[in-house]
């Protein structure tokens, strides 16, 4: 697996009990391992991906959705 981040690259290669465990890479993420803080307003722009898909496989559409939340003041934005 590859990946590239504002013109560094890197990559990683999955083991094959990785790979025959039918990984679905539907979701994207990050994660600190720091703990506390202030709450962190981020923005992602340009975003592109590639894939390889079974050729007999189906294309299923998700339509987009916009879910809107009330910012949790009293938790300082973290869901218990």
Known sequence: ????????????????????AGACFDRFGLATVRQGGNSVEIYFDDLNYLVRRDT?????????VLIERPYPVESAGRLH
């Open 1 to 20: 697996m590859s990946y590239e981040i504002d013109g560094n690259t890197g990559s990683f290669d999955l083991t094959s009990e990785q790979r025959n």
């Open 56 to 64: 007999e496989a189906h294309r299923t559409f998700h339509p987009q």
